[in-house]
Nanobody, 124 residues
Framework: VQLQASGGGLVQAGGSLRLSCAAS????????MGWFRQAPGKEREFVAA????????YYADSVKGRFTISRDNARNTVYLQMSSLKPEDTAVYYC??????????????????WGNGTLVTVSS
C-alpha cells in the first residue's frame, strides 16, 4: 500500500483544515488507518485512528472533540477534519496503515505502511 497525504497549510488559530490520505492498491478497505504528527523538536505521536470499516474511531486526548477521522473505502481515502486548531497543533502530519486491529491508540511500531508528511502550521 502506498499512501499520499495532502491538505496541509497555514491556518489561523481557531480555524479548520481537512487532511486527506489517498491509498493505492485494491486492499485499502482491509487496513486500519491512523494519523500521527510530529511537532518541531518533538517525537512523533498518535493523533487518531479508524478501523477498516469505519465503525470504530480513536483519538488522542489532545485532539478529542476537535478532530474527526473518517474514511471512504470507495475512494481509497482517509480524512482528518481538524477544527478549533491551536498553535500547538502545528506539526507534520503522517497517515499510516496497519493490518492489525488495536482497541485503542495505535502504536507507531505497529503500523505497516507510512505516507509522506503534510505540514500544518497554525498561527496565533
Amino acid at each position: 500500500v502506498q499512501l499520499q497525504a495532502s491538505g496541509g497549510g497555514l491556518v489561523q488559530a481557531g480555524g479548520s483544515l481537512r487532511l486527506s490520505c489517498a491509498a493505492s492498491g485494491r486492499t485499502f478497505s482491509s487496513y486500519n488507518m491512523g494519523w500521527f504528527r510530529q511537532a518541531p523538536g518533538k517525537e512523533r505521536e498518535f493523533v487518531a485512528a479508524i478501523n477498516w470499516s469505519g465503525s470504530s474511531t480513536y483519538y488522542a486526548d489532545s485532539v478529542k472533540g476537535r478532530f474527526t477521522i473518517s474514511r471512504d473505502n470507495a475512494r481509497n481515502t482517509v480524512y482528518l477534519q481538524m477544527s478549533s486548531l491551536k498553535p500547538e497543533d502545528t506539526a507534520v502530519y503522517y497517515c499510516a496503515a496497519t493490518g492489525t486491529y488495536y482497541s485503542s491508540n495505535y502504536p507507531q511500531g505497529g503500523m505497516d505502511y507510512w505516507g509522506n508528511g503534510t505540514l500544518v502550521t497554525v498561527s496565533s
